[in-house]
């Protein structure tokens, strides 16, 4: 394939759309939260093929014509025809097109969907954005003209100067995501989506639980910016809304998301105290308290005694 190419061997992880922007050389976005473009507008300078990358976004599409391949999650040929399909952070994609794709493109980061009330059970009103094999859809030629109609009002109202764009936007948002579940609903039976959805919530419970033992791991050093004791912190990370972490969270163990930074502190305490000769101060900036009281009072709501006496009890 003759054209642009990025060649690499470590996988990029986009965290931002101007950082993926910069990657496949196109211009930056207009807002850092929000962006939309035509297939058509990127063709001129775009990379035409792309190795295996990640980003933290969401994005939806459409693409109405184009002749090479994009891959997205094991889905290695896309339909012949007009196609929509979608990508959520943690997706893996590559491509290796020709400059002649036509159709648009939406991202929107989670901190863009939690400004509007309209998304706030984002993930529970569109479950399929969980799951890490996005699915390419058939549209017939009415739909991809409704479709096309929804993302032309988008971007009029992105590149407008009206000062409540947003509001429709997100409207005109909130239209699309339920196009794409409805076209998800009818791939896929109830029970195979349920399944591929639960799968996407373990996966999630997987992730937490390596980012607590990550964040709170023996060497890393206290950082005052950083409440890593809040599943907040943590919900960012993996680009979910607290609400629906915790919600998953609990529903796969039973225990919110806070008991399980609680456990791991408490393990880690015990381990601490019975296997180290760290006095309780050391032992509380090593767990990320920001001060030895604090652990002190931590520890004796959760086991009914304090570190010292704990420590002492062990050793008898």
């Not at 409207?171 to 076209?183: D, E, G, M, Q």
Request: net charge positive.
């Amino acid at each position: 394939m003759e054209g642009n190419k990025i060649k690499g061997s470590i996988m990029k992880n986009f965290k931002t759309i101007s950082a993926y922007c910069r990657a496949i050389h196109v211009p930056a976005p207009k807002y850092e939260q929000f962006d939309i473009r035509s297939f058509e507008e990127n063709m001129p300078s775009v990379v035409h093929q792309m190795p295996p990358f990640r980003h933290a976004f969401y994005a939806i599409a459409i693409k109405m014509g184009g002749k090479g391949k994009a891959i997205s999650s094991h889905f290695t040929d896309f339909p012949e025809g007009p196609v929509i399909f979608f990508n959520s952070p943690f997706q893996i994609l590559s491509w290796d097109i020709a400059p002649d794709w036509e159709g648009f493109y939406v991202m929107m980061t989670q901190e863009f969907l939690s400004r509007s009330s309209l998304f706030n059970n984002f993930l529970e009103q569109f479950p399929f954005l969980k799951i890490e094999e996005t699915i390419p859809f058939n549209v017939n030629v009415k739909e991809a003209g409704e479709i096309l109609e929804v993302f032309n009002r988008i971007y009029k109202e992105y590149h407008s100067s009206n000062p409540d764009k947003f509001e429709f936007i997100n409207t005109y948002i909130l239209l699309l995501l339920n196009h794409v579940k409805r076209y998800f609903n009818r791939q896929l039976p109830p029970k195979e989506a349920d399944q591929a959805i639960r799968s996407a919530d373990v996966k999630l419970l997987s992730r937490y639980q390596k980012l607590i033992e990550l964040h709170l791991r023996e060497d890393a050093a206290w950082d005052s910016t950083k409440n890593l004791h809040s599943p907040s912190f943590y919900a960012n990370l993996l680009n979910v809304h607290p609400n629906h972490l915790n919600a998953v969270i609990k529903g796969i163990s039973g225990k919110t998301a806070l008991q399980h930074i609680h456990s791991h502190l408490i393990h880690h305490a015990k381990s601490y105290l019975t296997q180290t000769n760290l006095s309780i101060k050391e032992i509380a900036y090593q767990l990320q308290f920001d001060a030895p009281n604090n652990f002190n009072n931590f520890f004796k709501k959760h086991t009914q005694t304090t570190p010292g006496a704990y420590r002492k009890n062990a050793r008898l």
